[in-house]
């Protein structure tokens, strides 16, 4: 066991555990947050995805020792707020995208992470970041068009 300092959504935490212990594993269990999701524990469905320093990192699959000391760690929840939501957030409500709502937290961290980098981005460039990510309510027009609503608000 080790002592990990973690910097989720602008709070410090302190957290013993194994250091090869999932980063989704402490946010989940010892911070008991409720978004990110455990998907499929292999980095391949994105429902796990937070924000690392400012990167889209599925969570599922990265060690609590693999974060770097003083990182900032951004979840779903500290993204926006209800007062002030995130333009992704506003633009998911707005298309109405959510049906089960389980795999919206990789859909909007993921856009979220793409859009601060360039909100300027083509279609073929959504389709492109977005492909790993899966939605088995087959709402991905939807999610297409509020990523797009949201980069013309964050342009």
């Not at 599925?58 to 003083?70: A, F, W």
């Amino acid at each position: 066991m080790a002592r990990f300092t973690l910097n989720v959504d602008g709070n410090k935490h302190v957290v013993e555990a194994d250091p090869e212990m999932p980063l989704l594993y402490a946010l989940r269990n010892d911070l008991g947050l409720n978004n990110p999701h455990f998907g499929c524990g292999l980095a391949q469905c994105g429902a796990c995805t937070v924000h690392v320093d400012g990167e889209a990192t599925r969570s599922c699959v990265t060690s609590m020792e693999s974060i770097r000391k003083g990182a900032k760690i951004v979840t779903l929840a500290g993204l926006g707020t209800p007062e002030k939501p995130h333009p992704l957030q506003k633009a998911f409500v707005a298309e109405q995208v959510p049906q089960c709502g389980y795999c919206i937290n990789g859909w909007i961290m993921t856009a979220a992470a793409m859009l601060e980098k360039n909100a300027k981005v083509t279609d073929a460039q959504i389709r492109e970041e977005l492909a790993g990510l899966k939605c088995r309510c087959g709402t991905h027009m939807a999610m297409m068009r509020a990523v797009k609503r949201a980069a013309i608000e964050m342009a």
